[in-house]
């Protein structure tokens, strides 16, 4: 018998052709609801067709039971492809695509997807190995796959199949703008079915366990049935701003039976998204049978509480999955074989998480990553986004480089997907006005009577300081205390750590007042203890909180007074709904400033959307108190649309071209190319970061996240306590800058785990006030307040 894999803990054998089948079936599950199964199955079925071979089954044996890998590389991905190739390429130029597609897939099944066009003119990926006449030990191959009854049929009914839906594909696509861009993220699509059936397989296969489905259908029903308890509930409050709230939600409902589509959500903060897009997504979800709510938002901090709301409604913990991060970093060893070299990777390579929930919550640097980014560790995730009710929380918040592959990764996800979406944010960016545009729905805007809603929610008044001048963080602290001589509790928001952390200092040693900091250097645990301090503390003494913009989108905070350093009017908007936000007193006081302490050359939306909030809205005197009227934001976005356009470089460095190029085929057709795709996405993931400036999760030794780098010390090999460990270690991981990693590399405050995937912070490198602290002299002792 040919071997695909040996069980680690029993020595279980699985034959090559029972792995092959059943790949190939859950890869049609997953294909089928975009009308892709064919493709999937197909893909699933050939993928692994590289190992049935002798050669590798004692390669197997060799690494499994004796311990000793061998050094070659044994490339069993390409020959699934080939097979296609050499038998039925050139025959129909629709068949040939959907050669195309499948057979990208499989050879990029253990690299990320390769490209059809090189930039530099050289042979593609594509063509270079399925024309691969010296393959080793392709014929072996060939004769033991049709060898086995059924095996030629099989792949020749899938491949008619698969004509037929991608015909349908064609057709769908040829009424669509920029119909190149839904081909590359369909072939992406395949890609994606293929990796998590693969990897599902085998994690079931190694711990014993056969896939189950979660019961989605069961979750929303319950879901709705316990939210629509809490709606009756809230309807007998007769306050004014919850009956603003109710109708808000009232609106989400009536719209969820409405076709799927791509809708705008314009509730201004504190007016209840959460609880109006659930309402929407829950019913909208079980009208038309979707079998996932994501929930994509731009910080953690928004995760962690919106997910915490979103189980207390539905009253169903276990259905809601957070996912923040993440924590394996092992890019590089994507290109391993499948027992890969060490029991660790091959851990690691199957322990990742992949959506498998019917509640989500993730990061926009998630979503964007399992659309673009390089290798097959995200790419899995991406088909769980479709068939879904996806709701983007503060929509605003997308890299401004990025719109133009954000606006193609929603495009496709309704269209080809089948997902609906909900843009949701109190400051809605034109999204229908960049290129590509998004394609809304007709009447896409959920709430009505937009200018009316926003008076009705007003409850602050925005008062501006600023001048050519920016305040130091003492005249910000004398500003502050000041203040507090007529107020409980302060909110100060300013834009960099460096200048949270000095305000910070300044302000701690006072009497009477508790000081907390707030910064993306604490890990989500540490960050959210802070917060029920502050929330604790409220109303009963005198409190300053000193934050980074983390704060100001979606936690639900109220304080009488917010100090908010001159930034984008979204973002001051923001700020203003952590004031006064449940209308504890008639009017709150928002105090928008210029901080001298701030550095911003290295963040230029946040630098450009200061100038254009001082420029066309502060000194335009018809806003002056209407600064965050719908009026007022629309000037702002369009402005800052205009300047962004002309300072942000949308090509990333070291290319030529902005990345959306190679999707739409506008640089693929400058090239000559031996194949109908084409698509450059290898050159496309190579180049993409979600953030200007790649950060690398580090656990970090806070709480829990002490013992969880003691278990991972101790290297288990149990696969179920490792996903276990991985998926607290989110809560207790921070994102780390190269230059900040490195820095904290040369002292010795970094602890690599399995081959450097792992990073592990150092007790004296993490502070109990600021948490990472660069010059590994934290304060040991726990800090009491």
């Given at each position: 018998m040919?071997l695909?894999?040996i069980?680690e803990?029993?020595?279980a054998e699985?034959s090559?052709?029972h792995?092959?089948e059943?790949?190939?079936?859950?890869?049609?599950r997953y294909?089928?609801t975009?009308?892709?199964?064919a493709?999937?199955?197909?893909a699933?079925f050939l993928?692994?067709m590289?190992?049935?071979?002798?050669?590798?089954?004692?390669?197997?044996?060799?690494a499994v039971l004796?311990?000793?890998v061998a050094k070659?590389?044994?490339?069993h991905?390409?020959?699934g492809?080939?097979?296609?190739?050499?038998?039925?390429?050139?025959q129909?130029?629709?068949?040939?695509?959907?050669i195309e597609?499948?057979g990208?897939a499989?050879?990029?099944?253990h690299?990320g997807?390769?490209?059809?066009?090189?930039?530099d003119?050289?042979?593609?990926d594509?063509?270079r190995r399925v024309t691969?006449?010296?393959?080793p030990h392709?014929?072996e191959?060939?004769?033991h796959?049709?060898s086995?009854?059924g095996?030629?049929?099989?792949?020749?009914?899938?491949l008619n199949e698969?004509?037929?839906?991608?015909?349908?594909?064609?057709?769908?696509i040829?009424?669509?703008d920029y119909?190149?861009v839904?081909?590359?993220?369909f072939?992406?699509?395949?890609?994606?079915?293929?990796?998590?059936?693969?990897r599902?397989?085998?994690?079931?296969?190694e711990?014993g366990e056969?896939v189950?489905e979660?019961?989605?259908e069961?979750?929303?029903?319950e879901?709705y049935?316990?939210l629509?308890?809490?709606?009756?509930?809230?309807?007998q409050?007769t306050?004014?701003?919850?009956?603003?709230r109710?109708?808000?939600?009232?609106?989400?409902d009536?719209?969820?039976?409405?076709?799927?589509?791509?809708?705008?959500?314009?509730i201004?903060?504190?007016?209840?998204?959460?609880?109006?897009?659930l309402?929407?997504?829950l019913?909208?979800?079980?009208?038309?049978?979707?079998k996932?709510?994501?929930?994509?938002?731009p910080?953690t901090?928004i995760?962690?509480q919106?997910a915490?709301a979103?189980r207390?409604?539905i009253q169903?913990p276990?259905?809601v999955?957070?996912?923040h991060a993440n924590?394996?970093?092992?890019a590089?060893?994507?290109e391993?074989?499948d027992f890969y070299?060490?029991?660790e990777h091959?851990?690691?390579?199957l322990?990742?998480?992949?959506w498998?929930?019917p509640?989500i919550f993730t990061t926009m640097?998630?979503?964007?990553?399992a659309?673009?980014?390089k290798?097959?560790r995200?790419?899995?995730?991406m088909h769980?986004?479709?068939?879904?009710v996806i709701?983007?929380d503060?929509v605003?918040?997308v890299p401004f480089?990025?719109y133009?592959?954000?606006n193609?990764?929603?495009n496709?996800?309704h269209?080809i997907?089948?997902?609906?979406?909900?843009?949701c944010?109190?400051?809605?960016?034109a999204?229908d006005?960049?290129?590509?545009?998004l394609?809304l729905?007709?009447?896409?805007?959920?709430?009505?009577?937009l200018a009316d809603?926003?008076d009705a929610?007003?409850?602050v008044?925005v008062?501006s300081?600023?001048?050519?001048?920016g305040w130091p963080?003492?005249?910000?602290?004398e500003?502050?205390?000041g203040?507090?001589l007529n107020?409980?509790?302060?909110?100060?928001?300013?834009n960099?750590?460096t200048?949270?952390?000095?305000?910070?200092?300044?302000?701690?040693?006072?009497?009477?007042v508790?000081?907390?900091h707030l910064?993306?250097?604490?890990?989500p645990?540490h960050?959210k203890?802070r917060?029920?301090?502050?929330?604790?503390?409220?109303g009963?003494e005198?409190?300053?909180?000193v934050s980074?913009q983390?704060i100001?989108?979606g936690v639900?905070?109220s304080f009488?007074t917010?100090?908010?350093?001159?930034?984008g009017?979204?973002?001051?908007?923001q700020?203003?709904?952590r004031c006064?936000r449940?209308?504890e007193r008639?009017?709150?006081d928002?105090?928008v400033?210029?901080?001298?302490?701030?550095n911003?050359?290295?963040l230029?939306?946040?630098?450009?959307?200061?100038?254009?909030?001082?420029?066309?809205?502060?000194?335009?005197s018809?806003?002056k108190?209407?600064?965050?009227?719908?009026?007022?934001?629309k000037?702002y976005?369009s402005y800052f649309?205009?300047?962004?356009?002309r300072e942000i470089?949308?090509a990333?460095?070291?290319f030529d071209?902005?990345?959306?190029?190679l999707?739409d085929?506008?640089l693929a057709?400058?090239?000559s190319?031996?194949t109908?795709?084409m698509?450059?996405?290898?050159?496309l993931e190579?180049?993409?970061?979600?953030?200007?400036?790649?950060?690398?999760?580090v656990i970090v030794?806070y709480?829990?996240?002490?013992?969880?780098i003691?278990?991972l010390?101790?290297?288990t090999?149990d696969?179920?306590?490792?996903n276990?460990?991985?998926?607290?270690a989110?809560q207790?991981?921070?994102?780390?800058y190269q230059?900040?990693?490195?820095a904290l590399s040369?002292?010795?405050?970094?602890h690599?785990?399995?081959?450097?995937?792992i990073?592990?912070?150092n007790?004296?490198a993490?502070d109990?006030?600021?948490g990472?602290?660069?010059?590994?002299?934290?304060?040991?002792a726990p800090?009491?307040?």
């Amino acid at each position: 018998m040919l071997l695909a894999h040996i069980r680690e803990s029993d020595h279980a054998e699985q034959s090559v052709q029972h792995h092959l089948e059943e790949v190939a079936a859950l890869a049609r599950r997953y294909g089928e609801t975009i009308n892709a199964g064919a493709h999937a199955e197909l893909a699933g079925f050939l993928h692994d067709m590289g190992k049935l071979t002798v050669h590798f089954t004692h390669y197997l044996k060799n690494a499994v039971l004796e311990n000793n890998v061998a050094k070659e590389k044994m490339d069993h991905s390409t020959a699934g492809a080939k097979y296609l190739y050499d038998s039925y390429y050139g025959q129909e130029p629709v068949q040939d695509m959907v050669i195309e597609t499948v057979g990208m897939a499989i050879l990029s099944h253990h690299s990320g997807l390769q490209n059809f066009v090189q930039p530099d003119l050289k042979p593609s990926d594509f063509v270079r190995r399925v024309t691969n006449g010296e393959l080793p030990h392709y014929d072996e191959v060939v004769q033991h796959f049709e060898s086995v009854d059924g095996n030629q049929t099989k792949v020749e009914r899938l491949l008619n199949e698969a004509v037929q839906e991608f015909r349908s594909f064609l057709e769908k696509i040829s009424r669509l703008d920029y119909p190149k861009v839904y081909l590359n993220l369909f072939q992406k699509l395949v890609f994606s079915c293929l990796i998590d059936a693969d990897r599902t397989n085998t994690r079931c296969f190694e711990e014993g366990e056969t896939v189950t489905e979660n019961d989605s259908e069961r979750v929303f029903k319950e879901g709705y049935r316990h939210l629509m308890g809490k709606v009756g509930a809230w309807q007998q409050d007769t306050r004014k701003l919850n009956q603003l709230r109710n109708l808000m939600s009232d609106n989400c409902d009536k719209v969820a039976t409405d076709p799927s589509g791509i809708y705008t959500l314009t509730i201004p903060t504190g007016g209840g998204k959460t609880f109006a897009s659930l309402r929407y997504a829950l019913k909208h979800a079980l009208e038309n049978g979707m079998k996932r709510i994501i929930y994509v938002v731009p910080y953690t901090t928004i995760l962690e509480q919106n997910a915490q709301a979103v189980r207390s409604i539905i009253q169903q913990p276990e259905a809601v999955l957070e996912h923040h991060a993440n924590v394996i970093d092992d890019a590089q060893q994507d290109e391993g074989q499948d027992f890969y070299d060490s029991a660790e990777h091959k851990k690691m390579q199957l322990g990742r998480d992949n959506w498998d929930y019917p509640i989500i919550f993730t990061t926009m640097v998630q979503f964007l990553d399992a659309f673009y980014q390089k290798g097959t560790r995200k790419s899995r995730r991406m088909h769980r986004l479709t068939n879904s009710v996806i709701v983007f929380d503060e929509v605003q918040s997308v890299p401004f480089q990025h719109y133009a592959l954000f606006n193609a990764a929603v495009n496709f996800l309704h269209s080809i997907g089948g997902s609906s979406i909900i843009l949701c944010t109190a400051t809605q960016p034109a999204v229908d006005r960049m290129t590509p545009p998004l394609n809304l729905a007709e009447n896409a805007e959920i709430v009505p009577n937009l200018a009316d809603v926003a008076d009705a929610f007003k409850r602050v008044s925005v008062h501006s300081h600023v001048g050519p001048e920016g305040w130091p963080a003492e005249r910000i602290s004398e500003f502050a205390q000041g203040l507090l001589l007529n107020t409980n509790s302060i909110l100060i928001i300013l834009n960099t750590k460096t200048a949270v952390r000095k305000l910070y200092q300044l302000l701690s040693g006072q009497e009477a007042v508790r000081v907390i900091h707030l910064s993306t250097s604490m890990c989500p645990a540490h960050r959210k203890e802070r917060l029920d301090q502050v929330k604790s503390s409220l109303g009963k003494e005198k409190v300053i909180c000193v934050s980074t913009q983390l704060i100001e989108a979606g936690v639900d905070i109220s304080f009488e007074t917010v100090i908010r350093s001159l930034a984008g009017l979204d973002s001051i908007a923001q700020a203003a709904g952590r004031c006064n936000r449940n209308q504890e007193r008639e009017v709150g006081d928002v105090h928008v400033i210029r901080a001298a302490d701030e550095n911003l050359s290295k963040l230029p939306e946040i630098r450009i959307g200061a100038e254009v909030t001082a420029d066309y809205i502060l000194a335009d005197s018809k806003f002056k108190d209407h600064l965050l009227s719908p009026m007022a934001l629309k000037t702002y976005f369009s402005y800052f649309q205009s300047q962004a356009k002309r300072e942000i470089k949308v090509a990333p460095k070291g290319f030529d071209y902005p990345l959306f190029s190679l999707l739409d085929g506008s640089l693929a057709e400058r090239q000559s190319r031996k194949t109908k795709s084409m698509g450059m996405y290898k050159t496309l993931e190579n180049h993409f970061e979600a953030i200007d400036s790649p950060t690398t999760a580090v656990i970090v030794p806070y709480g829990e996240g002490e013992e969880i780098i003691a278990r991972l010390n101790e290297n288990t090999g149990d696969f179920s306590e490792f996903n276990r460990l991985l998926k607290s270690a989110q809560q207790y991981s921070v994102n780390l800058y190269q230059h900040e990693l490195q820095a904290l590399s040369s002292t010795g405050m970094i602890h690599p785990l399995f081959e450097a995937a792992i990073f592990c912070l150092n007790k004296q490198a993490y502070d109990p006030d600021y948490g990472v602290t660069l010059d590994g002299q934290a304060e040991q002792a726990p800090y009491q307040y």
